[in-house]
């Protein structure tokens, strides 16, 4: 496998379900990023990871649960969603977060979710 | 503020034509890097380009070329002699001091046949 890869790539869940959404980049980078991406709505950043620390929480409700055991892998948990959370979620990763540049970001496919 | 604004939602286009797309950005930093990004049908977003605000110089990749005009705070990407396989939504992007990218809303692009 190379560059940035997520699993599903698509998901329908209910309201009430708990799903995960998984990203794994074998690019050697040291920060990973969840974004979502919905109908019609500029990218929208959730979660910075930064040599598997969070550094970076945009507001995200708390039914947006993120995990980085590693660097080469991040979480993104999901519960209790609303239809409204509908959307592409997108996964990157760079370099280095906050560097003396801005690295290139690398973006997996991405997950297309479904709340019912 | 930073901010991308890509002012073209769509644009269409009849295979073989030349077609520009427009991005003009806002920062007050004095240092920053710009991007374009292709998200084909399939969602990706696939990295085209990155290029720092203290290199002026328009650069040509293929059918792709990029003019950065610092006067202007603008970043416009050309794709010349367009094919259909160039249908997508692009996207402008700022980096800045934050470390996060700002991106633009996007521009569809479809080239018909």
């Known amino acids: 496998e190379t560059g940035v890869t997520q699993t599903p790539r698509h998901l329908v869940m209910g309201m009430t379900n708990k799903k995960s959404l998984k990203c794994e980049q074998h690019l050697g980078h040291n920060a990973m990023y969840w974004y979502k991406q919905s109908a019609k709505k500029p990218l929208e950043l959730m979660f910075v990871y930064s040599l598997e620390e969070r550094v970076e929480n945009n507001s995200v409700p708390s039914r947006f649960s993120p995990e980085c055991p590693n660097s080469s892998h991040l979480f993104l948990h999901l519960h209790t969603l609303q239809p409204e959370d509908s959307a592409l979620y997108l996964c990157?990763?760079?370099?280095?977060?906050?560097?003396?540049?801005?690295?290139?970001?690398?973006f997996g496919p991405g997950t297309r979710l479904t709340v019912l | 503020a930073q901010k991308v604004t890509q002012a073209q939602t769509e644009i269409s286009v009849v295979e073989k034509e030349d077609v520009t797309l427009d991005c003009v950005y806002e920062t007050r930093d004095t240092t920053y890097y710009l991007f374009w990004y292709k998200q084909p049908p399939s969602g990706e977003l696939v990295f085209l380009i990155r290029r720092n605000s203290f290199d002026e110089q328009n650069e040509i990749s293929g059918r792709y070329s990029w003019n950065f005009q610092k006067s202007t705070s603008s970043f416009n990407f050309t794709i010349t002699a367009s094919q259909v396989v160039d249908s997508a939504v692009y996207f402008c992007a700022l980096g800045g001091s934050q470390g996060n990218l700002i991106f633009g809303k996007g521009t569809k692009l479809s080239v018909k046949p």
């Open positions: 990157a990763s760079s370099h280095r977060y906050k560097g003396d540049s801005t690295d290139t970001q690398y």
